[in-house]
Every structure is written in structure tokens, then in C-alpha cells.
């Protein structure tokens, strides 16, 4: 055996060892390895299954939809007003909240092409756990009309241990996303649902209009152009309770005839318009907070498929408005109360003179004798610091 040959022999045998010990190592680990998650849980789309639908309502919402097979629908939705959200849909309920990652991911073919992350969300509970917002949406179906897959990862609710990945599939997008882009063409630039019941406020004693409820007014006569079936346009005008309920009356019914001719002047039909004035008698929300008081000063404008009432029965509607508040007033007023209590103990021929002076009602509804429509005010706190002053100057007059 020459050197040659003896040194090869030294280096095939060193090898082999090296192998043996480099299997024995690799069984070994193998078999003492415990895995720290389970199998991934994959709920992709077949591409023989694959379709996307393409729906909506003309003006109103556009959307693209796929049915992902054993787990719910992918959903991507446009609406007047708003930008495109994504909505992932279970067929089971969420139970628990968790943190999720999006991605998009190229096809196995496109190997140049890298994953990349779109963002992190929140999953919650519930039928539609996740819901992305922009801009995140658009570039996913950015993505999808790219080719690429966008995938939702996140860990297995019950026990944190499974990875679960939920895919979108490109195939067949291309014909579905044509006619989610004409439906788009139709769509206006402000939120219809919010047109239809439209909340306008307004600064403390003020009924001067802001330049956005005047292009929110604008937006009903455009909306009255898609809709034929609007009949009506009613206007409820509030107060906060600051003042006295007199002024408060009046302040409304100055708010409600702004918003009124404010709605002639760009082309409202006079015959659409009805008009009621509450004051402070229907607040939404606390008068306590200077936030609520600052939701309670407004106007609300519904758009109604009933005409509005004709002016006899508008008459006959305030006055029994009118009516009710002096009821109201009436069973709240301290001294009304001083005087059923004296009531209660008059006994006798006494009780039918008491029952003589009580105030009369007419058939109208009306006390005969009315000195004044406001309960007096406690006498344990004084609130002439929470008069607005508008309202003093108002009092003055």
C-alpha cells in the first residue's frame, strides 16, 4: 500500500465516523426534542374553489366577498362616506381576544418575491373578530390584485399552542374586482345612513350654523335626488337646561327656522319641511357635564317617507305638546304638591272649598288661570350663576 492510497483510506474512514456520530447525534435530539407548538392549522382556499363575488347597492356600498372552506368568509366592504375595511368572518365565535398578524404571501412559483407584514390587529370576540381599517385594506386588495396571498396569523384561542393561518386566494379576482370598481363609480362622498338622521350643534345661546352643518344640510339635497321616496324633512330643535325655559323655548325655535331657511336657500321644497321646537324638555343627554350640555344644544334632521302633517293638525299636535308640559309642570311644582298634601288632610265641608280653588283645565288642556308656565325654583341653591347671559340680557328686555 503506497502513501497515497493510505492516506485516502485515513480520510474515507475519518469520514465515515463523522457520519455515524453526526446520525447517532441527530437521532438522539430527535428523540428528546419536545416541541413547543403543534402542527400549524392551515385554512387556505383550493384553487379549483377559489371565486370571488362582487355585491352592493347602487350609491349606497360596494363589496368584494370569498368563502374560505371550514372556517367563514373574507370580506372587503366600501361604503358611501368611507374608506374600504376588511372584514374577517368566523362561522365559529370567537371567544377570546388576541393579537394577529397580516401578511401577504407570493405563490409558490414567484420565488424573487418576498412575505412581507401589513400590520398588527386586535382580534376580538365574536362572529367578526377582526376588522382592518384603512389603509391596511386597500393594500391588501392592493396585494391581491398583485398575485399575492394575504394571510391572517395568529395563535389558537382555546390553548395558545396551534399557529392558525387563514389565506386569501387570488384566483379568479380579476373579473369580481371589475365590478366592485364600477360599483365604486356610484358611490357618494358622504355617509348616507348619517344624511338620513343628521345631528347639527350649535355654541352656547347661539343659533348660527358651522360650515360643516351647512355642507351636511347641502349633502340632504343630494340625497333627495337619489331617493324619491323622501317625503319629509323634520327638524327637531333642542336647548340645554341653562336658563330659564321661556329663553330656552325661544333659543330653539330660532335654531330650527336656521336650519329651515338655510334649506330653502340651496332648493328644499317648502312642503318638505316640518319644524318642531322642544327646548330643554328632551335632552339626550346629561345637563350636568359641560359635554352633555354641548350635545343637547342641537338640531336633529330626519328624512321621513311620510309627508308632513298638514297645518291643522300641526296646530292640534302643539297644543296637545303644550298641554303635556303643562302637566308635567304642574306635578312638578313644589307648591302643587304643598297643596295635595294639604289636601289630603282637609276633611269635611273644607276639603269642597279647597276642591273649589284648584285651577280649572279647559278643554283645550289648558289651566283657565295660568300666571306662569315655569315652576318656581328651590329655595336651598341658587342658580343665578348658570344663567347664560344672553339670557339675562333677554330678561332684562
Request: one cysteine or more; hydrophobic letters at 35%; aromatic letters at 8%.
Amino acid at each position: 500500500m503506497n502513501k497515497h492510497t493510505l492516506l485516502s483510506s485515513i480520510v474515507f474512514f475519518n469520514a465515515l465516523l463523522c457520519i455515524k456520530t453526526g446520525i447517532i447525534s441527530l437521532l438522539c435530539s430527535l428523540l428528546c426534542w419536545t416541541p413547543v407548538f403543534s402542527a400549524e392549522r392551515e385554512y387556505i382556499v383550493p384553487m379549483e374553489k377559489a371565486q370571488w363575488l362582487s355585491s352592493g347597492t347602487k350609491n349606497h356600498e360596494c363589496s368584494l366577498s370569498q368563502i374560505i372552506p371550514f372556517y367563514g368568509e373574507g370580506k372587503f366592504v366600501h361604503k358611501s362616506g368611507h374608506k374600504v375595511v376588511f372584514n374577517l368572518f368566523s362561522d365559529k365565535p370567537v371567544m377570546d381576544d388576541a393579537r394577529v398578524v397580516v401578511q401577504s404571501e407570493p405563490p409558490s412559483w414567484r420565488h424573487d418575491d418576498k412575505v412581507f407584514e401589513i400590520g398588527k390587529f386586535d382580534f376580538e370576540r365574536g362572529h367578526n373578530p377582526l376588522i382592518v381599517k384603512k389603509p391596511y385594506a386597500s393594500r391588501m386588495l392592493q396585494q391581491i390584485e398583485n398575485g399575492m396571498s394575504p394571510v391572517v396569523i395568529y395563535r389558537d384561542l382555546a390553548d395558545g399552542r396551534d399557529i392558525i393561518a387563514v389565506m386569501l386566494s387570488p384566483v379568479n379576482f380579476r373579473k369580481a374586482l371589475a365590478e366592485y370598481l364600477e360599483c365604486e363609480k356610484t358611490l357618494m362622498d358622504f355617509d348616507l345612513e348619517e344624511t338620513k338622521n343628521l345631528k347639527l350643534y350649535f355654541a352656547t345661546n347661539k343659533a348660527v350654523l358651522t360650515e360643516r352643518s351647512k355642507r351636511d344640510l347641502r349633502n340632504i339635497l343630494r340625497y333627495l335626488k337619489m331617493d324619491p321616496g323622501i317625503l319629509q324633512i323634520k327638524v327637531d330643535a333642542h336647548a340645554d337646561s341653562r336658563g330659564r325655559r321661556r329663553l330656552n323655548d325661544k333659543l330653539s325655535e330660532q335654531r330650527s327656522d336656521t336650519v329651515i331657511k338655510y334649506l330653502l336657500s340651496v332648493g328644499a321644497k317648502p312642503e318638505m319641511l316640518y319644524a318642531v321646537n322642544h327646548g330643554e324638555r328632551e335632552p339626550e343627554h346629561t345637563n350636568k357635564t359641560t359635554v352633555g350640555r354641548a350635545k343637547n344644544r342641537r338640531a336633529d334632521v330626519q328624512l321621513l317617507t311620510t309627508p308632513p302633517p298638514t297645518p291643522e293638525e300641526q296646530q292640534e299636535i302643539e297644543e296637545a305638546r303644550k298641554a303635556e308640559w303643562r302637566r308635567q309642570l304642574k306635578e312638578r311644582s313644589i307648591y302643587n304638591k304643598k297643596s295635595a298634601k294639604s289636601q289630603l288632610e282637609i276633611t269635611g265641608p273644607a276639603a269642597d272649598i279647597a276642591s273649589q280653588a284648584t285651577p280649572k283645565i279647559n278643554q283645550t288642556g289648558y289651566e283657565s288661570e295660568v300666571v306662569d308656565d315655569e315652576p318656581p325654583a328651590p329655595n336651598f341653591i341658587n342658580l343665578e350663576h348658570l344663567v347664560d347671559k344672553n339670557n339675562q340680557k333677554s330678561k332684562s328686555k
